[in-house]
C-alpha cells in the first residue's frame, strides 16, 4: 500500500503563485497532478515519468511547473499566474513499475479576488 501525503494548497488572489508538494512511500514510475473544479470532470493537470519527461495540459501549459525528487519521493507543481478557473481541488497520483496506481487525497486550491 502506497502512502501518499499532499500539501500546498490554499486561497489566493489571480495572478499569485502556490506550490503544492506529493510526498510517496515508495519511488514512481510516473507521478501527476489531476484537478476537479466545481461541477466539472477530474482532468490530468500534469505528469512526470522517472526520467523526468513531462505533459502538460494546454490551460496550464506555461504557468504552472511539475518536477520530482526522487530521492525524496517527491513531486511538486508550482503553480504561477494562477487564474479563477484553476480553482479545484488538486489530487497527486501515483504510478507504480508494476502498473499499480494510488491517489492522494486531493488539497483545495481557491483562486478568488
Known amino acids: 500500500q502506497v502512502q501518499l501525503v499532499e500539501s500546498g494548497g490554499g486561497l489566493v488572489q489571480p495572478g499569485g503563485s502556490l506550490n503544492l508538494s506529493c510526498v510517496a512511500s515508495?519511488?514512481?514510475?510516473?507521478m501527476g497532478w489531476y484537478r476537479q473544479g466545481p461541477g466539472k470532470q477530474r482532468e490530468l493537470v500534469a505528469r512526470?515519468?522517472?526520467?523526468?519527461?513531462?505533459d502538460y495540459v494546454d490551460s496550464v501549459r506555461g504557468r504552472f511547473t511539475i518536477s520530482r525528487n526522487n530521492a525524496k519521493n517527491t513531486v511538486f507543481l508550482q503553480m504561477n499566474s494562477l487564474k479563477f478557473e484553476d480553482t479545484a481541488v488538486y489530487y497527486c497520483?501515483?504510478?507504480?513499475?508494476?502498473?499499480?496506481?494510488?491517489w492522494g487525497q486531493g488539497t483545495q486550491v481557491t483562486v478568488s479576488s
Open positions: 512526470i515519468v522517472s526520467s523526468g519527461s513531462t
Open positions: 515508495e519511488r514512481a514510475r510516473i
Open positions: 497520483n501515483f504510478g507504480g513499475w508494476g502498473g499499480s496506481n494510488y
